[in-house]
């Protein structure tokens, strides 16, 4: 069972929303800089009040959003988004999740961390953590008047599952009653074997949400809800100043990400005598040695790594089109939606998942996966036809105005939670 949860546009005001592609792990939630009270970082204790439980004490209800590790960037956004937007709609929010060294969130006193991992880097899985954030969890429920838990990673849905016995709402001695919710972000080949996810789901689009329903046992008795992620749009859009045809790369450096299909159709174009255009290649990872020495042998300037950079959009206004060669796809990427909102047309993979974003012909150009010889032929055709690139920009931007506009996921998902809150009338709950 689904239904769609997109929130219609209308005249309404739009809601400011701070801007970040990549939100970097010393960079918090918010402008919020309160000190670490109470269950500030997951000590586990019950302190002085803390914003959300004072927000809740006004007769207003709390989110938790519960997420295994706070070191990626595209859930970690959608959250920091969700949670910014969401007062304007009558929720607070407080957040637990394992949260990377020296992040300020560590200084946030809405903030529970949950020691999930044993090294810095969030990678090597820690028993005995499981048990210290299902203490914490559990501290959480009891003594912070939250009113759903939202979970946005399949270990933390499984976490809470453990933490609430199983069950998809618990009443407490208090009155209150608390509901699970979960948002699949991403397409994965083994869910089935979870038995624990809750009543109601989130997926991002209909393609997720198919997924989720082809590869989840007794799906069927779960109420899927499609919200669309949302991003702030940027007022104005800026076209190159001398119609010198530039591209973008922007992504983790990996095999996945399409790195090597990258390098092959700029290598062809090398080869065949015509002239490499302009490509900034924004991001790190475990190729970036490779690519490095690629870079050297290839003694180009038009070739520019910048490595890193915790606001990558700021390359995109002027861009001629964003580079999206990714071999496999599980969600819908930020930095497509980011480059759409600016007006940059994608060349992208032919994915499925990216196909009600990249029309081709009409919001960007698509082409084989792992096709590199293909690569190369869309890269001279942009670069040779820069009035085609710009009205397939102006298409992309509108598309995203219409559809992935933030203040519509924000209201949206506060639907879900109000009908969550409000003794489930939007479906059965489990008990």
């Not at 915790?310 to 964003?322: F, M, Q, V, Y």
């Amino acid at each position: 069972m689904h239904m769609q949860c997109g929130i219609c546009n209308s005249s309404r005001k739009r809601r400011a929303f701070t801007h970040a592609s990549i939100i970097p792990v010393n960079t918090a939630l918010t402008s919020h800089g309160a000190r670490n009270t109470g269950m500030s970082a997951g000590r586990g204790e019950s302190g002085p009040a803390s914003p959300a439980d004072r927000y809740a004490s006004h007769g207003k209800p709390v989110v938790l959003h519960v997420i295994n590790t706070m070191r990626w960037g595209g859930v970690r956004r959608h959250v920091s988004d969700l949670m910014q937007g969401l007062p304007a709609h009558g929720f607070g929010s407080r957040i637990a999740a394992w949260l990377p060294p020296g992040d300020m969130l560590h200084g946030d006193d809405r903030a529970t961390h949950l020691p999930l991992y044993s090294d810095d880097a969030g990678e090597k899985k820690s028993i005995s953590g499981i048990f210290i954030a299902l203490r914490r969890l559990r501290v959480l429920f009891r003594q912070h008047p939250i009113t759903v838990v939202h979970t946005h990673s399949r270990y933390a849905m499984a976490l809470v599952c453990l933490a609430l016995s199983g069950r998809s709402s618990v009443r407490y001695r208090d009155g209150r009653r608390l509901r699970h919710l979960y948002t699949t972000h991403n397409t994965f080949s083994n869910l089935s074997w979870l038995p624990c996810y809750p009543a109601h789901i989130i997926a991002p689009s209909e393609e997720v949400r198919r997924h989720f329903e082809a590869h989840v046992r007794f799906s069927r008795r779960r109420q899927v809800h499609i919200i669309p992620h949302g991003i702030p749009i940027p007022s104005g859009v800026r076209q190159a100043a001398d119609g010198t045809p530039r591209f973008c790369f922007i992504g983790r450096l990996c095999e996945e990400k399409g790195v090597e299909v990258l390098m092959a159709a700029i290598q062809l174009l090398h080869a065949q005598g015509g002239e490499i255009p302009d490509i900034d290649i924004i991001g790190d990872g475990p190729m970036m040695p490779r690519l490095q020495e690629w870079h050297v042998s290839l003694a180009s300037d038009a070739i520019r790594l910048h490595g890193f950079l915790s606001d990558p959009a700021k390359l995109l206004p002027g861009c001629t089109a964003l580079l999206f060669p990714s071999t496999h796809l599980d969600t819908v990427g930020y930095v497509i939606l980011d480059a759409m909102a600016h007006g940059v047309p994608v060349i992208a993979s032919d994915l499925a998942v990216l196909r009600p974003l990249v029309r081709n012909g009409e919001t960007g150009w698509v082409f084989p996966v792992g096709d590199a010889a293909a690569l190369a032929d869309r890269l001279r055709r942009a670069s040779a036809g820069p009035a085609e690139m710009q009205a397939m920009g102006a298409r992309a931007r509108m598309h995203v105005q219409a559809h992935h506009d933030i203040e519509d996921m924000c209201a949206a998902t506060a639907t879900v939670y109000s009908r969550l809150a409000g003794n489930g009338s939007i479906g059965n709950e489990e008990s």
